[in-house]
């Protein structure tokens, strides 16, 4: 009997502590939520769908047993939401104890509107939470969910710590709150990180909302625009981003004059251009940036840049929808950059999911071998 029973049991294998962690790092990483280097198409990630896995798995690691929770806790704590439990949650990060204070494990806040609105002269627990967490590396302020039933008041102004180490901000505007200044300001918000280096915006801007200080942010090297409209475009012109390199403008894009209006007054230093549907942006943007050596867009909905070259061009990037006719896309603008007229490139990179059947198609290695004549190449990436 007992050796049957024992015949029965599954055991854990006996590993190294660092192993184990190494294995929960692995199963609970969301890499761009964290991420403050530039990196194509990551926007195709940008939803809360990976970061909610992760978190499902992390809720799992630290309930197995203590040596797991121990293990997994700066796992878990890494990446925190303000929600219904906010008080608890301020509760839990403001332990004392030296061997125990989860806050020094955050690195990512996501920061609702919901939970940082100002109906009274109180102070919103939304800054308690921020002055807890202020060595955080990325701060999130996401839409409102659409049809959301909060009813929301911004009556007094807020404030907002300062972020020595804050590398990343995903902002989406929102201008009732904006008014509150501080947590609820991007403005605010960006005087008092000086090192940040990524910047997502995102959403409309109202008239009210526009700020006349010309704010200069020495460390900001990327600028990605989510559905920005005109006013908002005309805030980021007033700023002054010296280290500005890679912009990527997403689909919807601004309305023309706005477009214009980035790429005289940044377009001279990028060096890595991302658009979404672009139209015909192409050649405006190779006229508008000298120094662009990168140009990432999804090719099903953008036309070549007819009658333009370029000196500095080295790399093109092209994300490829799965589709019955994207063969034709795809030779369209493998082809679509003369030798003569772009003299600096030299790579293609397709952007996808599973290149296995292209691969084995006997056109993209004919595409492949007539690009290698020139001196150009294909890299694939999923």
């Not at 009997?1 to 192993?19: F, I």
């Not at 978190?55 to 925190?80: N, P, T």
């Not at 995102?202 to 990327?222: I, N």
């Not at 006719?325 to 999911?353: C, I, N």
Request: hydrophobic share 40%; with cysteine; glycine share 4%.
């Amino acid at each position: 009997m007992t050796d049957t029973n024992h015949s029965n049991l599954t055991l854990a294998p006996r590993l190294p502590p660092e192993l184990w962690f190494l294995i929960f790092r692995h199963a609970t990483d969301a890499l761009w939520s964290t991420s403050h280097v530039y990196r194509p198409f990551q926007a195709r990630f940008a939803s809360g769908d990976v970061c909610d896995a992760a978190l499902h798995v992390k809720h799992a690691i630290v309930r197995v047993c203590k040596q797991w929770r121990a293990l997994g806790a700066d796992v878990f704590y890494e990446d925190i939401r303000a929600g219904p439990g906010l008080p608890a949650l301020i509760q839990t990060l403001d332990q004392q104890h030296p061997e125990n204070i989860p806050r020094r494990w955050v690195r990512r806040v996501v920061l609702p509107y919901t939970h940082s609105d100002t109906p009274t002269w109180r102070p919103t627990p939304a800054v308690q939470l921020m002055e807890l967490c202020a060595d955080i590396d990325v701060l999130v302020r996401p839409p409102l969910p659409s049809g959301h039933p909060y009813v929301l008041r911004f009556d007094f102004p807020t404030t907002t710590p300062t972020f020595a180490r804050l590398r990343r901000i995903d902002w989406w505007q929102h201008n009732d709150a904006a008014r509150t200044d501080g947590i609820n300001a991007l403005d605010d918000v960006l005087r008092h990180a000086p090192h940040v280096e990524h910047l997502v915006l995102g959403g409309d801007f109202h008239l009210t909302a526009l700020r006349q200080q010309r704010l200069v942010l020495p460390r900001l090297h990327t600028v990605h625009m989510r559905r920005v409209n005109a006013l908002g475009v005309r805030q980021l012109c007033m700023w002054t981003l010296p280290a500005l390199a890679h912009l990527v403008v997403e689909t919807p894009l601004p309305p023309q004059e706005a477009c214009e209006a980035v790429w005289e007054k940044y377009g001279p230093q990028l060096q890595v251009v991302e658009l979404g549907a672009a139209g015909d942006q192409l050649a405006a943007v190779l006229a508008a940036c000298p120094a662009v050596v990168e140009l990432n867009y999804h090719a099903r909905a953008t036309c070549l840049p007819r009658g333009v070259g370029h000196d500095t061009l080295q790399r093109v990037g092209l994300f490829v929808e799965e589709r019955e006719d994207m063969w034709r896309d795809v030779e369209e603008h493998l082809s679509g950059y003369p030798k003569d007229d772009f003299p600096a490139l030299t790579q293609f990179v397709l952007y996808g999911r599973d290149w296995a059947c292209i691969l084995a198609n006997p056109r993209f290695r004919e595409m492949e071998e007539s690009l290698k004549m020139v001196g150009r190449s294909i890299v694939l990436e999923a």
